[in-house]
């Protein structure tokens, strides 16, 4: 399995954002939300969004690192390509590594449940 995070397996337009927005489904947690659509791309495909509600800048990057190195491990566990968002939200300043790591691989696991298609 390959365990890199391309720069192609990343979402950075806020075209592809905005379109995941509308059409795609959602699991909400308590913290974070997660935004997700089948997509037609032969590997799935990652965005973070950290508001500046969490934190001061050192806070958020680091947010942003764990779900990126989350998912770098863990995108083999998927189904089938997806295109996910990940949303902070405000109580996740409260959680260490472990607790993050359990919460994301939950997550992934209800997704895997889901029959969306």
Do not use: C
Not at 46 to 60: D, E, F, Q, T, Y
């Amino acid at each position: 399995m390959d365990e890199r995070l391309r720069p192609i397996e990343r979402i950075r337009r806020k075209k592809d954002f905005l379109e995941l927005y509308k059409k795609g489904h959602r699991i909400k947690g308590r913290y974070f939300n997660l935004i997700f659509r089948p997509t037609s791309f032969q590997y799935s495909r990652l965005g973070v969004v950290v508001s500046k509600k969490i934190g001061k800048a050192v806070v958020r990057n680091r947010i942003k690192r764990w779900f990126r190195e989350l998912f770098r491990r863990n995108k083999g566990l998927l189904p089938r390509p997806y295109d996910l968002v990940f949303i902070a939200r405000e109580e996740i300043t409260s959680l260490g590594w472990p607790e993050i790591k359990e919460e994301f691989e939950a997550t992934l696991g209800r997704l895997s449940g889901k029959n969306s298609g």
